[in-house]
C-alpha cells in the first residue's frame, strides 16, 4: 500500500467470525491450543499500582506455539486453503512468519520458499532453515540484502518464474482468520473479556483479534500495541490516512512492518478501539517482568500487551481497574545472547 492513502471502506467486514471458526477448527491438531495462563503476579502487581482494584489477567501464551509464535495459525489456515493445483508457496519475512511457512509446508508436504534478508534474527533464520530441512526437497530458504533490494520484488520474481503461490505475512485473509483463533481459544478458556491487548506490526493479529473478541463480549476494548518509534499504525487509526516507518529502531523486530495492509488497515479501524504506543524502555521491563516473575520466556514483541496495560494502568487506571483483560504473548523466538546484553 501507498502512505497516504484511505482505507477501503468496502473491506471493513472481509473477515468474519465465521471465518475464524471455521479457521479454529480446520488447524484443530495441527497447531497447539496453547494455555491461558491465569492468577499470575500480574494481577497483584497492576492491583498495588491501581490501589487495590486489581484486574484479573489472562495471558495467551502463544510463545510456547509450535515455531514460538502465534504465526503457524494463519499460516496452516492459508496452506490447509491452497489450491490444489497450485506448486507450492513463497512468503517473505524476517522471522516468525517465515519458520510458520516453513513449518505448515513441511507437515502438510507443500514446497516452500522462504525470502529473508541476510540480516534475520539468528535465531528466527535457524528455525526456519530447521523446518526447511524436514520439508519438501524443493523447499529453501533464499537470503536477500535489505540495505539494496526490496523483498515483495525479489520474492515476486521467484514466484512468477516457478508458479509459487504468495502467502504474504499479514495481508491476507487467510492468515487473518488464522491469527484470530488464539483470542477465540482464550475467550473459550476463561470467558468473555471486557479488555484485549496485542501488539500490533502489520495488523493480521490485532484485527483477526478485535474480532474474535468482540463477537464473544460485543463490549470489549480491543487495543493495539506499537512500540513509540514503529507508530505507524496508530497514526493510521488516529488520522484514517495510511501512515509508513521505515526500518525502526525497535528491539520489538516483530513490528518492523513498513505499513499496515489492504485489509488490515480497514479491519483494524472498524474493529479495534484504540492503540498504546510504549518507549523501548518500556518494552524491555515488561519483557524482563514475564521472564523474571511469570518465568515465561518472550521476546521483545511478545511482551509488548503487558507493556501496553502497564502504560494503561498508569494514565488511565480507570480503564482496566476490576477488568478481565486478555493479553496475548505473541512470541518467544528470542536471541538470548543479544537479549542478555539488552537487558
Keep these: 500500500m501507498i502512505a497516504g492513502i484511505q482505507a477501503d471502506s468496502s473491506l471493513a467486514n472481509a473477515v468474519s467470525f465465521d471465518d475464524i ?17 491465569v492468577q499470575t503476579p500480574l494481577d497483584s502487581i497492576l492491583g498495588a499500582q491501581l490501589a487495590g482494584d486489581a484486574p484479573r489477567i ?16 494463519g499460516a496452516t489456515n492459508a496452506l490447509l486453503q491452497l489450491d490444489p493445483s497450485a506448486r507450492g508457496v513463497l512468503t517473505y ?16 508436504g507443500v514446497p516452500t520458499v522462504i525470502v529473508m534478508p541476510s540480516n534475520a534474527p539468528r535465531v528466527k533464520l535457524a528455525g526456519t532453515r530447521r523446518e526447511i530441512a524436514r520439508g519438501h526437497d524443493k523447499s529453501r530458504v533464499v537470503l536477500y540484502y535489505a540495505e539494496t533490494q526490496v523483498r515483495e520484488e525479489v520474492g515476486g520474481a521467484i514466484a512468477q518464474a516457478e508458479g509459487l503461490t504468495i502467502i504474504p505475512p499479514y495481508d491476507h485473509l487467510h492468515v487473518i482468520a488464522g491469527q484470530g483463533t488464539a483470542v477465540l481459544e482464550l475467550c473459550e478458556d476463561v470467558g468473555g473479556l471486557d479488555v484485549v491487548l496485542t501488539p500490533c506490526g502489520g495488523g493480521g493479529l490485532l484485527s483477526g483479534s478485535a474480532i474474535a473478541a468482540k463477537a464473544m463480549n460485543l463490549g470489549c476494548m480491543v487495543v493495539g500495541v506499537e512500540p513509540a518509534v514503529a507508530d505507524d499504525a496508530a497514526r493510521s487509526f488516529r488520522s484514517g490516512v495510511l501512515h509508513t516507518v521505515r526500518n525502526p529502531d525497535t528491539i520489538a ?10 485489509y488490515t488497515f480497514p479491519l483494524v479501524l472498524q474493529h479495534v478501539d484504540r492503540f498504546v504506543t510504549v518507549e523501548e524502555d518500556e518494552i524491555l521491563s515488561a519483557t524482563r517482568l514475564v521472564m523474571d516473575r511469570l518465568k515465561l520466556l518472550v521476546e521483545p514483541s511478545g511482551a509488548l500487551g503487558v507493556a501496553g496495560l502497564i502504560r494503561l494502568a498508569h494514565e488511565e487506571p480507570g480503564l482496566v481497574a476490576d477488568k478481565r483483560i486478555g493479553i496475548v504473548l505473541s512470541g518467544g523466538n528470542v536471541d538470548l545472547d543479544a537479549l542478555g546484553q539488552m537487558l
Excluded at 495471558?59 to 514460538?68: A, D, P, S, V, W
Excluded at 519475512?93 to 502438510?108: E, K, P, T, V
Design 93 to 108: 519475512s524476517s522471522g516468525n512468519h517465515a519458520q510458520a511457512i516453513a513449518r505448515a509446508g513441511a507437515d502438510l
Design 58 to 73: 489472562a495471558l495467551k501464551c502463544e510463545n510456547l506455539q509450535h515455531t514460538g509464535a502465534f504465526k503457524l495459525r
Design 253 to 262: 523486530d516483530g513490528t518492523r512492518t513498513p505499513c499496515l495492509g489492504r
Design 21 to 37: 471458526a471455521e479457521a479454529s477448527e480446520r488447524v484443530h491438531g495441527r497447531v497447539r491450543r496453547t494455555p491461558a495462563l
